[in-house]
C-alpha cells in the first residue's frame, strides 16, 4: 500500500499523516486530494472519518491509530477527542512535539504566506519557548468565557455553535470553576477571571454574579485594575514573559521614543518605558482598557495615551518613532496600517501576533517595502492548543524583497 492511495475499512479510511499544518491538523494525501486530519500526529497510521469535503479538501478526525507516534500521550482531559469539547486539539501529544509542531507551523506560514527563504528562517526563528506558571502544560487558563450548564459548563463542539457540557477543565487554574458553579447559575452566560490575589471575579449575563470590582494583575512592579471582560492576556504566566521578550528584542531603548500600538491596558508601554524609553505613546481603541492605562500610568510623565484607532491615528503622524511595537487583534495590523509604518518608516518593529498566518502576511508587505525579519520567536501562551504567540523583530534596511 503506498502512502497515497487511502484503504477504506469498516472503521473508516486508513492514511499516513505528514507534516503539521495549521489549527492543529496533520496534512495527508490521498484520493489525489490533500486532507487536514485532527487528533493525529505526523508519521503515524491511523483511521479517520470525514468530517467535511470541500473543493479537494478532505477533512477528517482520527477514529484509531495504527502505528502511534512516540510522541503520543494520554490526554489529560476526559472532555478532550473528536465531537467533544472543541478547546484543546494537542492533548494527545508530548508538550515537546506540540512545541515541535508551533514552529513548524510559524515557519511554514511565513514561508508560504510570507515569502520568506527557509534557510533565513532556519536562522531566525528559535525554539518555541515555555512560559514559566503552567504545571506541564496545565492549570496557566486565568480567564474563561463560557456558559453555565446545568451539570458544569458549556464549551462549543470544534468548529460548531454545538455547546458539550464538561465538568472539569484542566487547561484552566483550578480555582475558576468552583467559583463558577457556586456564583452563576445554570443557563446564564459568564466571563470569569482571576487576579495575582487568587481571587476569581466572575460576572453573569442574567445577574446572578455581577461583579463590578476590577480584576487587579501584578506583573513586575505594576499594578493592573481592569474590569472582568477587558482584554488581558490569558495565560498567567504570559504578561511578564511576553513584556520581557519585547524589551529583550528592542535592545536598548534608552532615550528612545517607542509607540505601543494596539496597547490594550498599557502592558508593553510599562515594560518599554521601564527599560528606559523617554517617551512611549500608547494607542488602543477600547475605552474600558484606556481608562485602566490612565489609572496605571497618571503619574507617569513619560507615557502619553491616547484613545485611538490605530489608523487614524496614524495618519495624523509625520514623525517616526525609534520603534513600533503592534499588538494587534488576530486578523493582524492589515495593509493599511501596515503601509502607514512603511511610509513613515519606522526604523524597528517588534510584531506580536497570536495568528502566524496574519504575521505572516502582514510580513510580505512591509518585506516589499524594505523591511528585514531578524528575529522570530514562536511562544507557547496556549499548551495542548494548536494556538501559538509569536513575536517577531523587522528592522528597515532598505533592501526590497
Ligand atoms: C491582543 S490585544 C493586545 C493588548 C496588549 N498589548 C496586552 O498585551 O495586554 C489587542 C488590543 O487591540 C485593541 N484594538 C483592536 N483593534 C484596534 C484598533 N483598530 N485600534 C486600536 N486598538 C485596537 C483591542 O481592544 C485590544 O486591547
Known sequence: MTPDQPTVSDGGTELDLGRWVSGGACIAHAEGKTWFVRFGIPGERVRVVVTRRARGVVYADVTSVISPSPARTDPACRSFGPGLCGGCDLQHVSLEEQRRSKRDVVVDCLTRLGGMRLDHLKKCVTETTSIPGDAGGLGWRTRMTALRTVGGIGMH???SHEVVEVTECPITDNRVLPSVMRDVRPGEEFRAAIGSDGIVRVEAQGGSARVREAVTTLVG???WSLPVGAFWQVHGGFA????DTVVGLA?????????DLYAGAGLLTAFLADAGASRVVSVESDGRACSAARRTFHNRPDVVLHHAEVAAWLADQAQPPHGVVVDPPRSGCGPEVTRQLMSLPVPRIIYVACDPAALARDVRILRSGGYEVQRVVPIDAFPMTHHVETVALLAFTHRLS
Open 157 to 159: 463542539r470544534a468548529r
Open 240 to 243: 511578564q514573559y511576553l513584556g
Open 251 to 259: 535592545g536598548s531603548v534608552t532615550g528612545e521614543t517607542w509607540w
Open 221 to 223: 512592579t505594576e499594578s
